[in-house]
């Protein structure tokens, strides 16, 4: 019942957040816009999404808020208010980094989802307001309209939860892949200098680069959002993404630069009988 509530009239009768996604992405990466800065956002150097993690803090600072509200103990809940509120701006840096590397239905979601998170930054800013003395007010007030952003920070965190289990945003694309110890033939037979070459390794398709005489292996779909590497290009000792511009090293396929935040993973590559051969070592 909730799912198609939210659903017919948030999500799939207008395409509305998908326009008001692209003009939070513009704003977005006018004002994060150093590489590392963006690459701390997305978590890559936590090697997991950072948004979800942060939102533990506005979740439960403002549960325990309202719940302290309720109960009429309103100096604990000021606090709260504070603490969560704070929480919600740091989540919110980091959601509207990764909302610019969304596309499609994700794209029309995280809209949305940023959305209902701004509506209720707004009610919990007045809120905030009347509670340190800075607009008129009583604590029923500031309880009224907690409540409300409140109301907002749940259809939000449904719609966000949505954008991670069903539609697979920011997951790892290798999490059920196999690894496997025997060596397989490989469809091609020479790699061009620095090139990067689609290959077939029985049932996984790999993304070839050689520097020299050395050959590197990663599987050539990109683990953030599914793109293939083969189309990318090589930075240094990297291999570039070609959709979103997650970078991994050639060696091992190690996440050097995000959004991707999972690594690569990763083929040794022998010459055999005149034949290439490839096995996963991570």
């Known amino acids: 019942m909730i799912r198609r509530f939210i659903n017919r009239n948030l999500l799939d009768r207008w395409d509305w957040g998908v326009g008001i996604a692209d003009f939070y992405s513009s704003v977005d990466r006018f004002v994060v816009r150093p590489e590392w800065l963006r690459s701390f956002f997305h978590g890559t150097w936590l090697g997991h999404p950072l ?4 939102t533990d803090v506005p979740i439960g600072g403002l549960t325990i808020a309202l719940v302290l509200d309720l109960l009429g103990i309103y100096d604990g809940a000021n606090w709260a208010t504070l603490l969560g509120f704070g929480g919600l701006i740091l989540a919110a840096i980091a ?27 707004a009610f919990y800013i007045f809120s905030l307001a009347v509670r340190f003395g800075y607009a008129p007010g009583t604590p029923y007030h500031a309880t009224l309209t907690a409540a409300l952003g409140y109301l907002f ?89 070609p959709c979103h511009g997650s970078r991994f090293k050639i060696a091992d396929g190690s996440v050097v630069v995000g959004p991707a935040t999972y690594d690569q993973p990763a083929f040794e590559v022998r010459r055999a009988e005149g034949k290439l051969e490839a096995r996963r070592v991570r």
């Open 95 to 121: 959601g509207f980094v990764d909302l610019d590397e969304t596309d499609g239905k994700a794209r029309q979601y995280g809209g949305v989802h940023a959305s209902l998170m701004l509506v209720a930054m």
């Open 51 to 54: 948004h979800p993690l942060l």
């Open 153 to 241: 920070i749940v259809m939000g965190a449904y719609i966000g939860a949505d954008l991670v289990f069903a539609l697979g945003n920011m997951v790892d694309r290798h999490a059920w892949r196999s690894g496997g110890t025997k060596w397989a033939a490989l469809d091609v037979t020479e790699v061009p200098e620095r090139q990067p070459t689609k290959a077939k390794a029985g049932a996984q398709t790999l993304v070839l680069v050689r520097v020299g005489e050395q050959i590197s292996a990663l599987h050539d779909v990109c683990a953030h959002a599914g793109c293939s590497l083969s189309e990318g290009k090589v930075v240094g000792d990297t291999i570039q993404c």
